[in-house]
Structures are given as C-alpha cells and as structure tokens.
C-alpha cells in the first residue's frame, strides 16, 4: 500500500514480509538518492524511516482507516548510507486512543547495524 503513494515511487521504494510476517519496505540504490559521493542523502533515509513507520500503522489491526496526522518524528543518524540496497522496518510501541508511538530502524547489509533509527509519534484518525 505504501509503495503507491507518489513519494515511495519516486524513491523506488517497494514492499517486503521478513520470515516472521512482518512488513517493512526495500529502497533499491539509485543515483538519483546521492548525497555526497557514494552516499544515500540522508533526506532519502528520513523518508525512508517516516513510510517504514507509516507501513507498520498501515497494516496494524485496531487501527481505523483514515489518514494518521504527524506529530513529530526524531531521525537519529548513526553512520553514512553507502550506495547499496537499503531496507526499514518499523513497529508499533503504543497504540493510544488518540496518539500512536512508532519505533523504526534502517540498516544496508546487516540488519543488527542500521545505519539510522527513528521515533515518530501519530495522531490517531478517529
């Protein structure tokens, strides 16, 4: 469902179930997403954290349809994305009667080294 949204397209991103059935998405390197040389520009993994979370919500039951209104998000950037593949995946902390909490990570090769993580914080559509 995310991967239709104009923005996801622009950035080729595309959606992925890990062995447990969770969702999360996949940005295949392009050179359209560099920043520096031979790096992802970090605006292209904030956005990619912000519809990871999007995704999470998207598929969560207990969630009505409607669009969720942002809060706030907090991108922490831990090291520099390379040129190559790059996946999120995000999960829901709290699911409150008008706010939800959303955790995500963003890693390139090894999923247990992201290369950023982000909160971000949703107001419920009732």
Known sequence: M???????QMLGVREW????GNPGLFMPAAPA???RQGFLYGGVIGSLLELACL?????AQDVPDGRPR?????IDFLRGGLMIDTYAQARIVRLGKRVVN???A?????????I????MHLLRSV
């Open 70 to 74: 942002p809060i706030n998000i907090t």
């Open 55 to 59: 995704a999470a919500l998207s598929g």
């Open 33 to 35: 997403l560099e920043g």
């Open 116 to 119: 950023a993580t982000g909160r």
């Open 106 to 114: 963003c890693w390139q090769s090894d999923r247990d080294s992201p």
């Open 102 to 104: 959303v955790d995500a």
């Open 17 to 20: 179930t890990d062995a447990e």
């Open 2 to 8: 995310i991967e239709r949204a104009p923005y996801a």
